[in-house]
């Protein structure tokens, strides 16, 4: 195969674009530090935010409702009730290595918990908590 062509399919191929937790941490807390100069990420505003109960959702009220107090754990979905693996990467290698799925589930998360989108800020710090050993 030509070389280009086979960068292109290295580009396009969303199976061969796995990253690291670190890598995705690195690249929200640079998006946050764009708008926040100085930016840190913290793992205690990332437990905050992962334990929050907010008020948009009756349902799904926060994080917690379906991935549990404790993101080395095993969840289960507040609403059908399906199994749902540990979220916290030491428990479970595959979470937060691919960013296509990071960008749907906090999508989709934050709208239907938080009412709104997270901010990179707010991924970032969810990310550094994610990252702790408790
Ligand atoms: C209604 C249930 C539910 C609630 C509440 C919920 N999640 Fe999830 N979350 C899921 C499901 C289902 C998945 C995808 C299934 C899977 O990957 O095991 C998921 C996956 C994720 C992922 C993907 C991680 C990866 O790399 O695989 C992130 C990030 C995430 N959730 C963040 C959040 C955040 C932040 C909140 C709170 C604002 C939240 N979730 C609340 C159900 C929920």
Redesign the pocket.
């Known amino acids: 195969m030509k070389r280009p062509v086979l960068i292109a399919l290295l580009l396009v191929s969303p199976a061969l674009h796995a990253e690291t937790p670190r890598q995705l941490l690195d690249t929200f807390s640079a998006e946050a530090a764009r708008a926040q100069p100085g930016f840190a990420p913290s793992a205690q505003r990332g437990a905050a ?2 334990r929050s109960a907010f008020k948009h959702s009756r349902a ?1 009220p ?2 917690t ?3 549990t107090d404790n993101p080395a754990a095993p969840g289960r ?3 059908t009730g ?1 199994a ?2 540990a ?1 916290a990467p030491h428990a479970n290698a ?5 960013p296509a ?2 960008a749907k ?2 999508h989709r ?2 709208t ?3 009412g709104r989108e ?1 901010s990179a800020a707010e991924k970032a710090d ?1 990310i550094q908590f994610m990252l702790e050993r408790s």
Not at 94 to 98: A, I, M
């Open positions: 935010l992962y799904m926060a994080c409702a379906c991935h979905h507040a609403v399906k749902i693996g979220l595959e979470r937060f290595t691919d799925k990071v589930w906090f998360n934050c239907e918990v938080v997270c969810f």
